[in-house]
C-alpha cells in the first residue's frame, strides 16, 4: 500500500529485484508504469477496498500509505488516506490470513498528541496493534529525504538544512535525524525477508527509528 509514494515506490522495486520474492501486490489509482512479471499491479477504488479483498491474500503486507494535509486539502481528508485506507488495508490482510505488518509511521506518533499529523498516526498504531498480526514493525522515521515527483515546501527547506542539523542531534535527539527514503525502503525489504525466516513463533511488536533503521538497511 502507498507504491505511487517516495517510499513505496523504492520498496515495490526492491521486491521486484529480490530474487527471494515471487509476487509483489500493488494497489494503486494510477499505475506505476513499472515492467515486471513479478508485478500484480491493481487499479482499485480505495474508498472501496473492501471489492477487492481477493488481492490481500498475501504472504505480508507493507503500508507506505501518506500524504500531507495540504495536499489532502482538508484534516478530514488527510484522516481518511492516513488513517482509514490504512487501517482498512490492515484489517483485510489480517482477515485473509496475513501474519505480518510493516508499517509506515512517523517520528512523534501517539494518539494523544496535541499535533493533529502526529495523532493520527498514534491512533492508527493504536488500530493495529490490536489487530493480531503475529510479526508489527512500526517505522517511526523522521523527515524523509528523497526526490519526490511532487513538490513539498516545507520539506524541501527541511532537507536544504538538514545536513547541517543532523550534525546536531546526538545522543536520544539522533531519532529525530532525517534519513533517505532509499534507506527506509531497504530496512523494510530487509525486514521483510528476514521475518519470513523468523522461528520464534511468539508475536512480535518492533517499533523502528533512526538507529534502527540504518542497522537493518545494512543487513541485506
Do not use: W
Not at 100 to 123: C, D, H, N, P, W
Not at 135 to 141: A, C, E, F, G, V
Not at 173 to 195: D, F, G, P, T
Amino acid at each position: 500500500m502507498g507504491a505511487t509514494g517516495l517510499t513505496g515506490r523504492m520498496v515495490v522495486e526492491k521486491l521486484l529485484k529480490h530474487t527471494g520474492v515471487s509476487s509483489v501486490v500493488v494497489p494503486v489509482r494510477r499505475s506505476l508504469g513499472l515492467k515486471s512479471p513479478k508485478l500484480a499491479e491493481h487499479l482499485v477504488d480505495f474508498d472501496a477496498l473492501e471489492s477487492h479483498s481477493e488481492i490481500f491474500k498475501v504472504d505480508a503486507l507493507v503500508c507506505c500509505l501518506g500524504t500531507t494535509i495540504k495536499k489532502a486539502g482538508s484534516q478530514e481528508a488527510f484522516r481518511k488516506v492516513d488513517y482509514e485506507y490504512a487501517h482498512r488495508a490492515a484489517k483485510l490482510a489480517r482477515a485473509a490470513g496475513v501474519n505480518r505488518l510493516i508499517l509506515m509511521s512517523a517520528i512523534g506518533a501517539s494518539a494523544q498528541s496535541t499535533v493533529f499529523y502526529s495523532r493520527v498516526k498514534g491512533e492508527l498504531e493504536d488500530a493495529v496493534r490490536g489487530l493480531g498480526f503475529d510479526y508489527l514493525s512500526i517505522y517511526h522515521p523522521s523527515l524523509l529525504l528523497g526526490d519526490r515527483k511532487e513538490h513539498r515546501t516545507g520539506e524541501a527547506i527541511g532537507m536544504a538544512v538538514m545536513p547541517l542539523a543532523n550534525r546536531a542531534l546526538i545522543g536520544p535527539l539522533q531519532k529525530y535525524r532525517a534519513i533517505e527514503a532509499e534507506v527506509v525502503a531497504a530496512a523494510m525489504v530487509n525486514e521483510l525477508i528476514e521475518s519470513a525466516e523468523a522461528k520464534d513463533s511468539r508475536p512480535v511488536i518492533n517499533v523502528r527509528e533512526y538507529d534502527d533503521i540504518r542497522r537493518l538497511a545494512k543487513q541485506g
